[in-house]
């Protein structure tokens, strides 16, 4: 059977650490790839991935939310798509209109970049994209903001993007193949600037991210998105604690089979 892979572009939450990137996931099946999220310093890696200066294979690009690092290179890929592919179809872009706009801003004097090489189809609840069934679930953050599921060759991985502790995570991580999920641990840095008081939990702890991938029956967990400087390796114990299968530590380049 045509096996799925999911690879880790970026790790890190907020801000890239040195030598690593925020958040970004590639997941692929059949010479098909969809990008989830492309924070800052993901591009080079998913054109190194991908084996293509233009990202060739993408079927897909889902935005989880308009923060920059988790949008920061998509500028970058519409321009190699826009200077290197023109040719090349335009790409289904899944996102909340706030990414779009922003892109939009980052276009070239006059050129109409962002609506040749993107095809933008806002947030719907379901689409079917080059052999990858998604389904998007509007989860808790600062801003508008999705996870979501994707469906392909009998296998089913899910991501949350950012998110609070609520039960649409679990419905999004039901009886996935592999779930990653935001474990920002913010609690580990002390001094940290925080959100203002009374403010909702928009992000999750890794016993957190544990606690709900199993009630969400999810098989493997990955763990991402983390504040850079956090011991990576607590945060796995903490959601070990919580969640009994594989708990894993997204790094740049891992890479997943299903
Ligand atoms: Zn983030």
Redesign the pocket.
Known sequence: MTPVTITTLGSC??WPEPGRAC?GVVVEYDGAAIAVDLGWGTLPRLLTHLRSPTAAPLAAVVVTHD?P??TGDLPALMRARWYAGRDLPAVPLLCPEAVVVRLRESEDGAHRSCAHVFDWLGTPDAATVGGFDLALHRLPHYVDNVGVRIEAGGATVAVTG?TGPIEAVVELGRDVDVFVVDATDRHQRQGVPGPPPGTPAYNLTAAQAGALAARAGARRLVLT?FWPGNHRERSRQDAAAEFGGDVLLADEGLTITV
């Open positions: 939450g907020a958040s923060h690092d988790h950012d998105h």
